[in-house]
């Protein structure tokens, strides 16, 4: 469980947003929406605890992130911007790094598997770095097959996949919901959810600019499918 | 823990066996600065032996240097840094891994080297042998000194030349009981030991120190 409270964002001098409020509960998709440089990604790594906060409060099952330390990233799992990878390894080191830091020991089997889900395995032996963007986003994203971590926070998941992979990821959160475990992402295309529920926000509400005080409004919804 | 030191060691040497011209390029810097004196001042073997230790050691702060813009960048830029923050260990044990593979990689073939350097420079056997022990002892403290830097100045336009002025004060010390204690060591064998202790005493100190102070400024790099 995730608990924003108060939230205010800076960056430089511009302030993003104010008096942020939401939870986010087991078993549930946050979906970030915007315009571009509303500070959805300025968010999103704050709540990593990448960010110094300029007021307010975020808490994990009751924690704050601060008092966390490093607890707080045994249960996180982050893809930003950029993929993380090296481009001198090849995919399966890679994975094998990523899988090491995480305190998951993810077999050898396992790290094998989650490359022919994500449809590498043709590629498993080249380095990542003569790979196209799309195929270098799937060794980043291959790491959330085998992840443990309870909340999945992923920036723009979907940029440069193809239709395949973006099913295949939406398959990949989807499921991570059924088990118990909580998405939040920032996306520009239509999320897609079997199960579990859907919020939510959008940050151009909270935008200093408009100055309204209006309540939290995000819709929640227990559809078979559900499109924003 | 220790799985997690030994995982980013181990991924950072192969890297660096992957790029081997980004490796060596310290260690010829070094060699190419040293033969060129000999080549400059003339074969006078005493001028040699008198101006040998400091120009070692001199050459040996600049080859660290060129190297440690390197250290954190890479990471950087591919967001490999990014998930680092983020994984369940101290930052500060990780960015100690770094700094170790970057020794071994830049400052330890400095120390393998040194023999026939001292060849060049006519000294003693008793002078070549504390040159390596001071190496061994001071070039460890380049390193780590210098990831506080080199963390300091991550994503900086102009880094490069900020990292040496910020960095090079801070080397004085180890330059100057380095070059000294080589000095009188090849007069009496055994002089060289106050200057020893110093070195001791500022690597422990670099050890227990540095890769907080560089994991702090890393946090700060990324915010």
């Not at chain 1, 940050?203 to 200093?208: E, G």
């Not at chain 2, 600049?62 to 930052?91: H, I, K, N, V, W």
Request: aromatic letters at 6%; hydrophobic letters at 50%.
């Amino acid at each position: 469980m995730l608990t924003v409270t108060n939230l205010s964002l800076r960056r430089g001098e511009r302030l993003l947003f104010t008096t942020l409020n939401f939870q986010l509960p087991a078993g549930a998709l946050l979906h970030v929406r915007g315009r571009n440089g509303s500070g959805k990604t300025t968010l999103l790594r704050a709540l990593c605890g990448l960010l110094p906060i300029e007021q307010g409060d975020i808490q994990w099952r009751g924690q704050t992130l601060t008092s966390l330390a490093e607890d707080y990233y045994q249960d996180l799992f982050f893809l930003g911007h950029l993929n993380g990878i090296k481009g001198d390894l090849t995919a399966l080191e890679n994975l094998r790094v990523a899988g090491r830091l995480t305190h998951n020991f993810a077999t050898e089997i396992e790290l094998q598997t989650a490359l022919n889900t994500i449809g590498l395995m043709n590629c498993s032996d080249l380095p990542t770095r003569i790979l196209s963007q799309g195929q270098k986003k799937r060794v980043a994203l291959a790491r959330l097959i085998f992840s443990r971590a309870a909340l999945w926070i992923l920036d723009e998941p979907f940029t440069a996949l193809d239709i395949e992979a973006v099913a295949l990821v939406q398959q990949l959160i989807t499921n991570h919901i059924k088990n118990g475990g909580s998405v939040i992402l920032t996306t520009h295309q239509e999320v897609a959810l079997t199960s579990g529920t859907l919020h939510q926000l959008d940050l151009t509400d909270y935008s200093p600019v408009c100055t309204n005080l209006n309540p939290i409004h995000y819709t929640t919804s227990h559809s078979d499918l559900l499109s924003c | 823990m220790l799985d997690s030191f030994i995982c980013i060691l181990a991924r950072d040497l192969r890297l660096a066996l992957r790029r081997r011209t980004e490796v060596f390029t310290a260690l010829l810097f070094f060699i190419i600065v040293v033969s060129l004196f000999p080549l400059g001042i003339g074969n006078d073997q005493a001028i040699l032996r008198q101006l040998g230790p400091g120009v070692v050691w001199v050459a040996a702060l600049l080859a660290a240097m060129l190297a440690l813009e390197r250290l954190f960048a890479a990471d950087y830029e591919d967001g490999s840094l990014e998930q680092l923050l983020l994984t369940p260990q101290p930052l500060a044990w990780l960015v100690f891994a770094k700094i170790i593979a970057h020794w071994l990689l830049t400052g330890l073939p400095l120390v393998i080297i040194a023999p026939l350097i001292a060849m060049q420079y006519h000294l003693s056997a008793s002078a070549t042998h504390t040159l390596m022990l001071t190496l061994l002892l001071g070039s460890p403290i380049l390193s780590l000194i210098g990831a506080i830097g080199a963390a300091l100045t991550l994503g900086l336009r102009g880094g490069g030349i900020l990292l040496s002025l910020l960095i090079l004060p801070l080397y004085i010390p180890v330059l100057v009981y380095g070059a000294k204690a080589v000095s009188v060591s090849s007069t009496v064998a055994s002089a060289g030991q106050p200057y020893f202790l110093l070195l001791g005493a500022e690597l422990l100190l670099a050890l227990l120190l540095a890769p907080l102070a560089a994991a702090a400024a890393l946090r700060i790099a990324l915010e």
